[in-house]
């Protein structure tokens, strides 16, 4: 943990910058992360004024030198002036030096250049000695260190790094360094710190939005860096509040900017320490459930039309508000398109069809439907449907699964590994096709990206209203916006006569498994709802208090769920519901929960009761439910009741033996 030279209430000494401190920044998309979004807000709420110019060129120093040289006017000029931006395209660096007597000057290399030696030479000291030629004696000239990219990202120029964040953040640290000292630039600003810092914290390591580009908190985070290291003012306590960063990832970003600031060639960790998870059950607090059969006004629920017409409601409501979030309605643009077709797929097993769900007027809202049918099926076939992590081209090696254009993976905003068949293993298509049954899946990526990247590569406009860029208390999440893709995907299938859509049991593992719930208890068409390993916010009790918890849930994945449900981090008794409940929400409709015995961080145990306290609805329903009262060991299914559970020896993944005993428990109901 870092010490920090300022403790709360401190009174701050008034700013000893200069009464406007202008700053021109020669940069790119990185200084434009780092000065464009809350640098000005934060010197507003420290009692200074800034002019912050951005000279967007998007390239490397020798580039910004042959740009001065011919003087290009090849920038986009941005420039916050009272907290309004302007942008002034076709711009020369020449323009943009005069256009303020600033104070700073800064330079940065490409972020990819930036650790590499040679780089630097031409272009530094030609682009040092242009700017010093044009500005004021008194302007500071600073050098901006830059980020390192994030763990494994695939996009082109990584690998030199061995596409790790803490190797090109020392060689990005130790090149700038030393050019710094070669061409006497006394000043840095450690952003490549503040970011680093950030990932070893224990509770915020997410800080991007694409791989290298930041989010929310990286934006914030890099502002404080920058604010600290020219005004030389502790951000530590700044009182601006970005908007949907929570105190508590705003208190962790100050800590990492001014550790940076402190040590800026050194990544340290910051913050408070992460929930520590327990998988003991002498750990287990005493609890008390919610009854799903008494109403919310204490009555007890005494037949099955008080349960679908009265309690059922209830508790849906409260999902829908407290935890997942609202849903918009399907547009009625939306439409379907199928780009591609084959009859003898898979060495001739099965059919398969590309098809395209366009979710509205906007086509770069579309899930790209993947769908295996067995070849042999006489009729429409029943089906599983499942969201996919990586991919449909990691579904499977068959190399006629299309591939996503430039457009697609710029909406995926993360570069998805693009190597086919790499989750095959997740996706036993013999199987699944010689058992009679067809797949269809998409990628995760075609509705949300899976990052709080403040909603802008998903569909969550779709549920916007007009000028509404976040969405509400009670709105839509990341796993809310999954399961209505599901939906989305039904409606396909509800027009397609080669699939049974009465037939359809939706599928999901982890992350996707707690979709895979919401999904199925929202839209009662899915016959049969399978969630394996879905743990904390799925099938696991919240009141359990093991594995994963919910201050878990809301610090590592703050876009999964509405915001109102992080108000019950750390108190999960005061949750108005639990997993139990969003399990009943299926009956009378067959269920499968599955764990696995390594999987602590998802509390297998806590699945399973959690599936036995739902079976008690299903049984009042007249409907048999889980048919053990016992936890049982690995290996040892429980499939005769509609309410099914296993646990597989092994670690957190779907495997062949999930599969397998899905397809025995689906027989049962889907044929």
């Not at 242009?130 to 600073?142: F, L, S």
């Not at 130790?174 to 509770?203: D, F, H, M, W």
Request: aromatic residues 10%.
């Amino acid at each position: 943990m870092v010490a920090v030279a300022w403790s709360a209430g401190a009174a701050q000494k008034p700013c000893k910058a200069p009464k406007t401190l202008k700053v021109l920044a020669i940069g790119n998309s990185f200084s434009a992360d780092a000065v464009e979004q809350n640098l000005w807000e934060i010197a507003k709420a420290d009692g200074c004024t800034m002019v912050i110019g951005n000279l967007y060129g998007g390239c490397t120093l020798e580039k910004h030198w042959e740009n001065a040289r011919s003087d290009a006017s090849a920038y986009s000029y941005r420039k916050v002036v009272n907290g309004k931006k302007t942008t002034i395209p076709d711009y020369a660096l020449s323009q943009a030096l005069k256009d303020e007597k600033w104070d700073v000057v800064t330079l940065q290399q490409q972020s990819l250049r930036a650790g590499q030696i040679e780089s630097f030479e031409p272009g530094l000291p030609e682009l040092l000695a242009y700017v010093r030629a044009r500005v004021p004696k008194k302007t500071k000239i600073v050098f901006h260190r830059t980020w390192a990219y994030e763990n494994d990202y695939v996009g082109k120029g990584f690998e030199l790094f061995d596409r790790k964040s803490g190797k090109m953040f020392e060689a990005v640290t130790a090149t700038t360094k030393r050019v710094c000292e070669k061409y006497g630039i006394s000043t840095v600003i450690p952003s490549a710190a503040t970011i680093q810092n950030l990932r070893r914290s224990e509770i915020l390591a997410n800080v991007c939005r694409d791989g290298f580009h930041l989010n929310l908190i990286g934006r914030y985070a890099v502002a404080l860096t920058w604010y600290e290291t020219l005004t030389g003012r502790n951000v530590v306590g700044n009182a601006f509040n970005p908007p949907h960063i929570e105190p508590w990832m705003k208190e962790t970003a100050q800590l990492a900017a001014h550790a940076a600031v402190l040590d800026p060639d050194k990544a340290q960790p910051v913050g408070p320490k992460a929930h520590k998870a327990q998988n003991d059950e002498s750990t287990v607090p005493p609890y008390i459930l919610p009854n799903p059969l008494v109403m919310a006004d204490g009555t007890p629920v005494t037949t099955p039309e008080q349960w679908f017409s009265v309690r059922r409601p209830e508790i849906l409501k409260i999902f829908t508000e407290q935890v997942f979030g609202k849903s918009p309605a399907p547009r009625s643009d939306m439409r379907f398109e199928q780009v591609e077709s084959s009859d003898s797929a898979l060495g001739g097993i099965a059919r398969r069809k590309q098809v395209k769900v366009y979710l509205g007027k906007n086509d770069k809202y579309c899930l790209n439907l993947l769908i295996y049918l067995p070849r042999q099926a006489e009729g429409p076939v029943p089906m599983f449907a499942g969201i996919n992590f990586q991919g449909n081209w990691a579904v499977n090696p068959d190399p006629e699964i299309l591939m996503p254009d430039k457009g697609q993976l710029k909406r995926y905003a993360i570069v998805p590994t693009l190597e086919r068949g790499a989750q095959s293993r997740r996706w036993p298509l013999e199987q699944i096709l010689s058992a009679g049954y067809g797949l269809l899946t998409f990628y995760r990526g075609d509705t949300d990206p899976d990052f709080h990247d403040g909603w802008l590569n998903g569909i969550a406009a779709l549920g916007f209203k007009k000028g509404q860029t976040w969405p509400e208390p009670d709105e839509w999440g990341t796993i809310s916006q999954w399961a209505w893709s599901l939906s989305r995907a039904m409606d396909y299938m509800e027009t397609d006569p080669d699939i049974d859509a009465e037939r359809v049991a939706v599928i999901g593992h982890s992350r996707l498994g707690k979709t895979s719930l919401w999904a199925g208890a929202q839209d009662e068409r899915f016959a049969l709802v399978i969630s394996n390993c879905s743990g904390a916010g799925g099938s696991a009790l919240s009141r359990r208090m093991q594995g994963e918890v919910l201050v878990d849930l809301n610090h590592h994945f703050p876009h999964w769920f509405c915001e109102n449900f992080h108000a019950y981090s750390n108190r999960e008794a005061e949750l108005p519901v639990d997993q139990h409940e969003l399990m009943a929400l299926i009956a009378p409709r067959p269920l499968y929960i599955a764990s696995a015995s390594g999987d602590l961080w998802a509390d297998p145990k806590g699945e399973f009761t959690s599936a036995l306290e739902a079976s008690k609805v299903y049984e009042f329903l007249g409907i048999p439910g889980l048919q053990i009262q016992e936890w049982p060991a690995a290996g040892h299914p429980s499939l005769e009741g509609h309410v099914a559970y296993h646990m597989r020896e092994g670690k957190h993944d779907i495997l062949s033996y999930d599969w397998g005993n899905y397809i025995r428990f689906a027989d049962k109901f889907l044929k």
